[in-house]
C-alpha cells in the first residue's frame, strides 16, 4: 500500500526512528478502522507489534488508494 507522509510526521520521523514502514503497514492492516475524535476525515490504528510487544498507534487519512500517515507513536 503506498503511503503519504503530512510534514507533521516527517518531523516526528527523525525522533523515533524505531518506527518503520513495516510496523506501520502491519498496525494497519491488523487493526480496526477507529473514527478519530477530533477529525472526521482522519482514522485510528492501535496494534500491538510483535516481538516487543509495544503497542503501536497510526493516526492517518485515506487518499484515494493511498494512505496519508499524519502521525504515529507508542502508546506504552
Known amino acids: ?7 507533521h510526521w ?6 523515533r526512528p ?3 514502514d513495516d510496523l506501520i503497514e502491519y498496525c ?3 487493526s480496526d478502522i477507529l473514527k478519530d475524535k477530533k477529525w472526521d476525515d482522519a482514522f485510528n490504528a492501535i496494534s500491538r507489534v510483535p ?3 509495544r503497542i503501536l498507534k497510526v493516526v ?9 500517515i ?5 502508546l506504552d
Open 60 to 68: 492517518y487519512k485515506r487518499k484515494g488508494k493511498a494512505i496519508k
Open 70 to 74: 499524519l502521525t504515529c507513536y507508542w
Open 51 to 53: 516481538p516487543s510487544g
Open 18 to 20: 524505531d518506527i518503520t
Open 28 to 30: 494497519l492492516s491488523n
Open 10 to 15: 516527517r518531523w516526528k520521523r527523525k525522533s
Open 1 to 7: 500500500m503506498p503511503f503519504e507522509y503530512s510534514n
